[in-house]
């Protein structure tokens, strides 16, 4: 699900932290790291020279692992209504046209079946975080940015079920190309998008580290894997150690971009949840428990025993 915007995309994919510019502060506090797909309301239309809606505050040190952006008022109602429904507008052409692009490359057998649904599966979820610094300050903005990954859920359930047909959807997102694959594995994907959305939002880095676990990490693994993935783990033969090594890095990368010096507890935090997104991602419970459940699920629960969670 995404947007279109290539300078927003290449600038908001999380999560890098940047040490803030010396003397300046937001809310009169200072804030040593700020992710950068917030810092992108420096540079959003209309946003003056504030850099954050609101301000924002940075609950004691990088130490005491709790993280904080206040999206407060400044900006008009009206406003703020028609710029939420305007983003949740061009999310969605986004996200249909991803899919769309990736049904015809599919169809005509440019691309494989298997690698489109996994490269769908890597730039939705990337994509998607990328959008959010477009949507207003206001506290229904998290509602707006869920109505895309809703619409999607809803969509998957009526070609899940066969009220509906479309063949090229189920052939770019599903394994065997059956609907009922539908209600597995993409319909996971999508809720979980949805629930980061509505809980984590831009108030905490957890929500964009499960999601870049989800979708960069677990995505890459199964590309790699499947391409350089002679060498198999000793406890499942379905994974190897090119494409767990992959989940790794690109979990991590996602999560981090590119840090500067000083931020060696995220930096170490991001690499516990990473290693522990990889371990999960590796187990052979992928017949029990789908990939889009348990890899964001865990991500979920270190990140946050690491980096605190609280909300406005």
């Known amino acids: ?78 406003s703020s209504l028609f710029r939420d429904a305007g983003a949740t507008v061009l999310v969605m052409v986004g996200a249909y046209a991803l899919v769309r692009a990736f049904d015809v490359l599919t169809a005509r057998k440019i691309v494989d079946q298997k690698v489109s649904r996994k490269v769908v599966h890597v730039l939705s979820g990337i994509l998607f975080m990328s959008s959010w610094p477009i949507f207003s300050s206001s506290l229904e903005a998290r509602l707006f940015a869920s109505l895309v990954p809703l619409l999607n859920c809803l969509r998957l359930v009526i070609y899940g079920f066969s ?34 959305a509505l809980i984590y939002w831009r108030d905490s880095p957890v929500g964009v580290i499960a999601l870049s676990m989800m979708s960069g990490g677990d995505g890459v693994a199964d590309i790699m894997g499947r391409k350089f993935g002679a060498i198999k783990l000793p406890y499942n033969k379905q994974k190897s150690w090119v494409g767990s090594i992959c989940m790794f890095a690109s979990g991590f990368s996602l999560s981090m971009g590119v840090p500067r010096a000083g931020v060696g507890e995220a930096v170490k935090n991001v690499a516990l949840v990473s290693l522990a997104a990889t371990a999960v991602e590796s187990l052979p419970i992928t017949d029990v428990l789908d990939d889009n459940i348990s890899v964001p699920l865990l991500s979920m629960l270190v990140a946050s025993l690491l980096f605190g969670f609280q909300t406005h």
């Open 163 to 196: 009220l509906a047909t479309d063949e090229g959807l189920i052939k770019s997102v599903t394994r065997e190309g059956k609907p009922e694959e539908l209600l597995r594995g993409p319909l996971y994907y999508v809720l979980v998008l949805m629930f980061c």
């Open 1 to 78: 699900m995404w947007t279109g915007l290539g300078s927003l995309v290449a600038a908001a994919v999380p999560w890098p932290w940047r040490r803030r510019p010396q003397g300046r502060s937001y809310g009169g506090k200072e804030l040593p790291h700020l992710p950068l797909v917030l810092r992108l309301w420096e540079v959003l239309p209309g946003r003056g020279r504030r850099a954050v809606p609101g301000g924002a505050a940075w609950d004691g040190s990088v130490a005491s692992r709790r993280f904080r952006v206040r999206c407060g008022g400044g900006v008009a109602p009206g």
